[in-house]
């Protein structure tokens, strides 16, 4: 894998989520979104995952924005407010503090970074990280529900 070809693919998937959170149409950012992550899968190959590249562009380059421009259309809400500065300053705090946080929890003592399977990740997701899994589904399911019962809303 080439260095720059990995660097400039990262330069484009951070400009495309930056401009996927800081713009007032919600369809553009909805599709700055499907970039991104489209983007991330082209990344996932480049790193010699195709499986998880393939996982990457099924459910979240595909499903996740065209559910989103559904709920979007269903809703009437096209634009939103644009961010205050003090709502980027913190975006931008909590992105460092997450880095630091993931830095520590996946890099080990000797600076390297250790790989991992695919059956090492399954076992992993499966015993440690099923519940929070679950709980994520569920209230996305809940947060789904939400919104057609928002958007079926009769007045009156």
């Known amino acids: 894998m080439s260095l720059t070809a990995f660097y400039v693919l990262a330069a484009f998937i951070i400009v ?7 713009t007032a149409n919600m369809v553009r950012a909805a599709f700055s979104l499907a970039i991104t992550f ?20 099924m459910v979240n380059a595909s499903a996740i924005p065209i559910m989103t421009l559904f709920i979007i259309m269903m809703t009437q809400s096209r634009s939103t407010p644009a961010p205050r500065v003090w709502e980027m300053v913190l975006g931008l705090v909590a992105a460092a503090g997450a880095l630091v946080f993931f830095r520590q929890a ?9 790989p991992m399977g695919a059956d090492l990740l399954g076992q992993g997701l499966l015993r440690s ?3 929070p899994f679950e709980i994520a589904s569920v209230l996305l399911l809940l947060a789904m529900v939400g919104a057609i019962v928002l958007a079926r809303r009769e007045d009156g």
Do not use: E
């Open 16 to 22: 495309f989520a930056v401009f996927a959170v800081t």
């Open 38 to 57: 489209f983007l991330i899968a082209g990344l996932y190959l480049m790193l010699g995952s195709p499986a998880l590249a393939a996982i990457q562009f």
């Open 106 to 114: 996946v890099v080990h003592g000797d600076g390297r970074i250790s």
């Open 129 to 131: 990280a099923l519940l």
